[in-house]
T-cell receptor, first 111, second 114 residues
C-alpha cells in the first residue's frame, strides 16, 4: 500500500545545511511535495517537484528526487532559527489530488 | 489575495455530539480537500469535494460527511464524536484536474473531544 517514511528528528547548527530525507512507495505519483508546519499552525507549501525531474532549486531550498530508489530529499542551505519546524514530505496519489503524508521530521536549529 | 480560511480556530465538544467545521478556499480555487491530523502524526486524507460532489474519500467512517456550496466553500460534519476524533482538521484548496495543481492549506481547526 501507500506509505511515506521520514526520520523523526534532525538537529543542525545555525548556518549549516540541513538535509531531510523521505522515502515513498507509490511509483506512479505525479508530484512530490514538501510542506512546513510551525507549532500550532497549518501547513505551508515550501516546494514541489514533478516526478519526471531529478532536481529543483528554489532559493535556499534544493529538492532531489531519485525515482529509482523512491527517495526524496530537501536541502536547506544556510539554515536559520526560523527554519525550526516540522517538515512533511507528501506524494500525490496518481490521478487524484489526494496527498499522502509522512509522519514529519522535526528540525531543530541551534545557535 | 485571501488564502484558505477556516472557522472556528478551536472547538471543544463532548463525546456523542456533532460538529461542523467550515472552509473557504483560496480565491480562484474550486476544489476542497479535508485532512485530519492527529497529534504527532502527518495529515490523513478524509475526502475531497469538486463541483459540489464528493470526488474521493479516504478511510474514514460515515460519521464524517461533507458538503460543498456553489461558491466553492465547504463544510465538514462529524457525528457521534469520539475521543479519538480530537485532532487538527485541515482544509486544502486547489484548482483544475487531479494532480496538476498544488494544494494550499488553511490554518486548521483544532477540535478537542472530552
Amino acid at each position: 500500500g501507500e506509505d511515506v517514511e521520514q526520520s523523526l528528528f534532525l538537529s543542525v547548527r545555525e548556518g549549516d545545511s540541513s538535509v531531510i530525507n523521505c522515502t515513498y512507495t507509490d511509483s506512479s505519483s505525479t508530484y512530490l511535495y514538501w510542506y512546513k508546519q510551525e507549532p500550532g499552525a497549518g501547513l505551508q507549501l515550501l516546494t514541489y517537484i514533478f516526478s519526471n525531474m531529478d532536481m529543483k532549486q528554489d532559493q535556499r531550498l534544493t529538492v532531489l528526487l531519485n525515482k529509482k530508489d523512491k527517495h526524496l530529499s530537501l536541502r536547506i542551505a544556510d539554515t536559520q532559527t526560523g527554519d525550526s519546524a516540522i517538515y512533511f514530505c507528501a506524494e500525490s496519489e496518481a490521478g487524484t489530488d489526494k496527498l499522502i503524508f509522512g509522519t514529519g521530521t522535526r528540525l531543530q536549529v541551534f545557535p | 489575495d485571501a488564502g484558505v480560511t477556516q472557522s472556528p480556530t478551536h472547538l471543544i465538544k463532548t463525546r456523542g455530539q456533532q460538529v461542523t467545521l467550515r472552509c473557504s478556499p483560496k480565491s480562484g480555487h474550486d476544489t476542497v480537500s479535508w485532512y485530519q491530523q492527529a497529534l504527532g502524526q502527518g495529515p490523513q486524507f478524509i475526502f475531497q469535494y469538486y463541483e459540489e460532489e464528493e470526488r474521493q474519500r479516504g478511510n474514514f467512517p460515515d460519521r464524517f460527511s461533507g458538503h460543498q456550496f456553489p461558491n466553492y466553500s465547504s463544510e465538514l460534519n462529524v457525528n457521534a464524536l469520539l475521543l479519538g476524533d480530537s485532532a487538527l482538521y485541515l482544509c486544502a484548496s486547489s484548482w483544475g484536474f487531479a494532480g496538476e495543481e498544488t494544494q494550499y492549506f488553511g490554518p486548521g481547526t483544532r477540535l478537542l473531544v472530552l
